[in-house]
Nanobody, 120 residues
């Protein structure tokens, strides 16, 4: 059974840092793109960052220069280091893994989400 489990969310003051980790199990994800979306109350889910199987990285403009995504294929994990957090970064953060072949998504998995709260 494929499963993605996020950890590392919590409450942090503005300007602080958090590190999210997504641990995948059930298959090898080395050929999957992995990353993070977030969804704040009343807003649509938005892509935060993703990293391809070839380690190409994409960031939302709102987090460039503050967040760093990385992956460890041996451990089936993807991490999101979040620095200089702002109140507008508060959201539920979801990990995903997506396998695409010839431009078509063949498989996609999601975690249950982890809450990030940025408040003083």
């Amino acid at each position: 059974q494929v499963q993605l489990v996020e950890s590392g969310g919590g409450l942090v003051q503005p300007g602080g840092s958090l590190r999210l980790t997504c641990t995948a199990s059930g298959t090898s994800f080395s050929n999957y793109a992995m990353g993070w979306y977030r969804q704040a109350p009343g807003k649509e889910r938005e892509l935060v960052a993703d990293i391809s199987s070839g380690a190409s990285i994409n960031y939302a403009d709102s987090v460039k220069g503050r967040f760093i995504i990385s992956r460890d294929n041996a451990k089936n994990t993807v991490n999101l280091q979040m620095n200089s957090l702002k109140p507008e970064d508060a959201a539920v953060y979801y990990c995903f893994a997506r396998y695409t072949l010839w431009g078509v998504t063949r498989a996609e998995y999601w975690g249950q989400g982890t809450q990030v709260t940025v408040s003083s």
